[in-house]
Structure formats: C-alpha cells, structure tokens
C-alpha cells in the first residue's frame, strides 16, 4: 500500500510502532526497526544490490511504502491494522500513559482511559482519538475551524492533549473528562504548524508561519515569552530530554537553539546546501526546514531540508556530523531508544536510518539527571564554580 505521501510521524513511548498520518486519510501503525521492503516493483533486488551511497556516518536501513505492525508476542507476524478517518490525516501523536510496573494498575486505566491511545488531526479541524490495540474510536473533539497540523501528549503521562491548527490557535483537551476542551491559547497570527510539550510539562512549545515561536506554561495556559530571532516562518520545534534546551527551525535555514527558560539564544546551526556548494551547475539554492528533533541522549540533533539532505549535528560543533541524501523530505524522528531515524517523504514513503550510537560521557549523564530537576535559574543559584555552572546550563560542551 502506497501512503500518499507521509504528513507526520509519531512513535509510541516505550515503543512497538511507528504511526504514519498520510494524505490517503488512514494512519497506519509501522513497526520501529524491523525492516518493511517497499511494494514497489524489484524493491527487494534493488535494497539488496543498489544501496544507495550515504555520507559517513548513517546508512539507510529500509525503505517501505506499506504498513505493518508487529505487537510483541506475535512471533514476527505482521499485522496490519488502518484507521478510517474519512479526511486528510495531518497531525497524530500517541498518548504517553507510563507503563504499569508488576502488580500495579496502569495509571490511564484507573482512569477508565485504554492503556494506549492515538490521537488524529485531520483536515477538517476534529481530533479522532482512537484505542490502538482494537482499533475502536473512542473521541471525535471539535472545536479547530481549520486542519489540525500537529498534536502532543503530556509526556508525564497525563491525559492531557494539545493540538495545534491552521486556524492560528492551540487548544489544550482533558481525555479524563471525555475529550473536554480545557484552554484554547490565542496569540499566533499565522498558521501554526508545530507543538512540543517539554519532557518535565512544564513548558509548551508553538512553531508558526511567523518570524518568531512562542513558549507556553502548561501550568497556567498563559504566554511566557516570545522568541525571536528566525528571519521566516519558523515550522517545527522540539524539547531536549532534559527539557533544559529547545530547537526552532524556520525556512531560513537555520536552527535556532534556546534556553527556554530565560530565552536566550545560544546557538545557530546554518544549513548551507552541500550539493549547490559541490556542483556550481546545481539549481538547488534553498535549504528551508521541515523539520527537526533531539536525539533521545539529547546530544544530537536531525534535521531535514528542502536541499535533499538529512543532517546528523552533534550539539558541540556548529557543523554536521553525517548526511544522507533523501528526497522531498517532510518530517523526522528518532526511535525513543536511539540508534534509528525516521523521515517522511512527499513521494509516498517512510524510511528508516541508521544513526550514530552514542555513549554519554559521565559528566553529560551527570548534567541530564541534574537538569531534569533544575531550572536554569536555579542552576545559577548553586554555590559552585562558574564554569561549572556554564557547564550545567550548555553555554559549554
């Protein structure tokens, strides 16, 4: 089955499967690393004799149009499972309820809430939520007046669920109190194309066809600053582990690095088209951003363009570390537990990457643990060494 083109991806916490939202109106559940051959005509002769030549450093490890989902205890059967939405699907995310420990009740379950769930932003402006082992919808939220482009999960595992519309708002839902709308935030006076609640859920990220993103207390739903410094429209943002750090990137080429809670700019990573810089003859000039997202150890980032290229950029340095080439790229992500990429294309595919592993130095695992607890704030306020504390804040690697 060939996706019309992939829209959006997500990833369930914990994590069986990739969801895939497509302009076909069905989100599919695909498997996160094993490999789906494409249904494309001599697909499999083709991946197992023409692999395509990568950059150092990542290497492609499959290439499908179809989806596929392999629960865990099923022996490697594939079964495939799609979801009639009836309208373009733009936006999806998986709920990120945490997993009941032996003996325990799933906390979502208490609360009479299925212990996975997907929730769907479609053209239209409803929000299907769906249960994902049967398949059953279980909520239809109104109250978007244009296509939803992107949804977000409280990652602390709370039923709380924020979408972000074409209509220039984002509206907060309570899945505890049968998909009731909690808080619509206003503020945006253009499109708004991405959401990202950071890991602690303290904090609420927007990306819009603005020059600038705007930061969200998830606390009190109100605005905690603006952030400018993008010179167009900024189209995706993403949260480090550790929430101390946030990403923006924008049409302009650049990705921007911040520190959410005092707003400053630490660090620009300029995408310069590599294949206009080799080739003079070249007619790619423009390396606009679609999309970008945090390593799950938090020290690299990916980054897809419109020059072609899927970039690997290792947070010390200001340049990339791996490249591969890829066409018509929409959106990336990586597998929760590292070492796999996912793009989405607009030619219809999904393909999986494998990326740089990494062993966290013991000083970055101390800094992590550190920061998932404190503020930058709190961090200055620390009776230690000043370059420690640079250290601790990132304004050092």
Not at 94 to 102: G, L, N, Q, T, Y
Not at 224 to 237: N, T
Not at 376 to 389: E, F, N, S, W
Request: net charge positive.
């Amino acid at each position: 089955m060939d996706l019309a083109y992939p829209l959006t991806m997500g990833s369930i916490p914990k994590s069986q499967s990739w969801p895939v939202g497509s302009s076909t109106g069905t989100p599919c559940s695909c498997p996160q690393c094993l490999l789906v051959n494409s249904t494309r005509a001599a697909s499999n002769a083709i991946l197992a004799s023409q692999r395509r030549k990568l950059y150092p450093g990542v290497r492609q490890s499959s290439t499908f149009a179809g989806a596929a989902l392999w629960p865990p205890g099923t022996g490697g059967a594939a079964k495939e499972r799609t979801l009639e939405c009836g309208q373009i699907v733009w936006g999806l995310a998986f709920s990120a309820w945490p997993a009941a420990e032996d003996g325990d009740t799933d906390p979502a379950c208490a609360m009479g809430l299925p212990c996975l769930v997907l929730a769907t932003g479609l053209n239209d402006g409803q929000i299907k939520v769906w249960e994902v082992q049967t398949g059953h919808l279980l909520f239809s939220l109104l109250g978007h007046q244009d296509v939803v482009r992107d949804l977000s999960f409280a990652p602390n595992g709370s039923p709380i669920l924020v979408s972000a519309s074409r209509d220039k708002t984002l509206r907060v839902w309570d899945l505890s109190r049968d998909g009731r709308q909690v808080q619509v935030l206003s503020g945006h006076v253009q499109w708004v194309y991405c959401c990202s609640i950071s890991p602690d859920c303290s904090m609420l990220c927007s990306a819009a066809g603005e020059k600038s993103a705007l930061l969200w207390s998830m606390r009190s739903y109100t605005l905690i600053r603006r952030l400018e410094g993008h010179q167009s429209s900024v189209v995706s943002c993403d949260f480090s582990p550790d929430s101390a750090l946030l990403v923006t990137a924008s049409y302009d080429a650049c990705v921007i690095m911040w520190d959410p809670y005092t707003g400053e700019q630490l660090r620009t990573l300029r995408h310069v088209p590599l294949y206009s810089m080799l080739d003079s003859s070249s007619e790619i000039h423009t390396s606009s951003l679609r999309s970008v997202c945090f390593s799950p150890e938090g020290l690299y980032l990916a980054t897809v363009a419109d020059d072609r290229l899927l970039r690997i950029w290792a947070l010390e340095l200001r340049s990339p570390v791996a490249f591969a080439p890829m066409t018509n790229g929409l959106c990336c992500m990586y597998f929760p537990h590292g070492g796999f990429i996912a793009t989405g294309t607009r030619d219809g595919h999904v393909q999986f990457w494998t990326a740089p592993r990494v062993l966290s130095s013991l000083k970055h695992l101390c800094r992590k643990a550190l920061r998932t607890f404190l503020t930058t704030y709190q961090v200055l306020a620390l009776p230690i060494p000043r370059k420690l504390k640079e250290f601790l804040t990132y304004r050092t690697f």
